[in-house]
């Protein structure tokens, strides 16, 4: 089975703080996802990468970055977080980019911003 | 602006009987729609999914529907089982230069009742 393997279950950081969200898959995946998860607002994109080094800006990437330095990794960047950005973060990936493929998700790290 | 909307938040069902979860899309280019489900505290995980040239697919105890014409479609879970509580999340995506960048909806809290 696909393992994606999300580096904190819970976290809690403070405004303007620098943070960082990691994400590992197992099965050398090509693509890799970052969603978040609000009530009310269900799943939304926020970067994709398609390959090592390769990033796509999702549909709300404001005051997010992030990295794919391995194929294996794909870390989300919180450049100075802020209160908005709590929420639950899901990580993603999928073989490659068939329309057919199916994602592959982690369980989740649910950030809090105080 | 909700691309894919999942208007009912919620859905009580008794066990046996249907459970019926709706999805409405407003973007024509989608042409690939998928169901996910997720239980408290673990990602989404792939349940069925159907293309834009089938208005069905069966898989067990799950169908899923597609009204191209009404941009809706709907899943049917028979019987519902009490595992079957958890949320659902209608995906779509275009195929079309996007790969499986998947577009969610809201979700559906499903109970399951005894």
């Known amino acids: 089975d696909v393992k994606v393997t999300q580096s904190s279950r819970y976290l809690v950081k403070r405004t303007g703080e620098k943070v960082f969200l990691e994400c590992v898959q197992d099965m050398d995946h090509e693509n890799m996802f970052w969603y978040r998860q609000d009530p009310g607002l269900g799943l939304r994109l926020i970067y994709f990468?398609?390959?090592?080094?390769?990033?796509e800006k999702g549909d709300i990437p404001e005051g997010y970055s992030v990295s794919r330095e391995k194929k294996e990794r794909f870390s989300l960047i919180l450049e100075s977080a802020s209160t908005n950005q709590t929420s639950m973060y899901l990580c993603a990936s999928s073989l490659d980019s068939n329309v057919l493929e199916k994602l592959f998700f982690g369980s989740g790290t649910q950030l809090s911003v105080l | 602006d909700q691309q894919v909307k999942q208007n009912s938040p919620s859905l009580s069902v008794q066990e046996g009987r249907i459970s019926i979860l709706n999805c409405d899309y407003t973007n024509s280019m989608f042409d690939y729609f998928l169901w996910y489900k997720k239980y408290p505290a673990e990602g989404p995980t792939f349940l069925i999914s159907i293309s834009s040239i089938k208005d069905k697919n069966e898989d067990g105890r799950f169908t899923v529907f597609l009204n191209k014409s009404a941009k809706h479609l709907s899943l049917h879970i028979v019987p519902s089982q009490p595992g079957d509580s958890a949320v659902y999340f209608c995906?779509?995506?275009?195929?079309?230069?996007?790969?499986?960048?998947?577009?969610f909806g809201t979700g559906t809290q499903l109970k399951v009742e005894l």
């Open positions: 990468s398609y390959d090592v080094k390769m990033k």
């Open positions: 995906a779509a995506n275009s195929g079309k230069g996007g790969g499986n960048k998947l577009t």
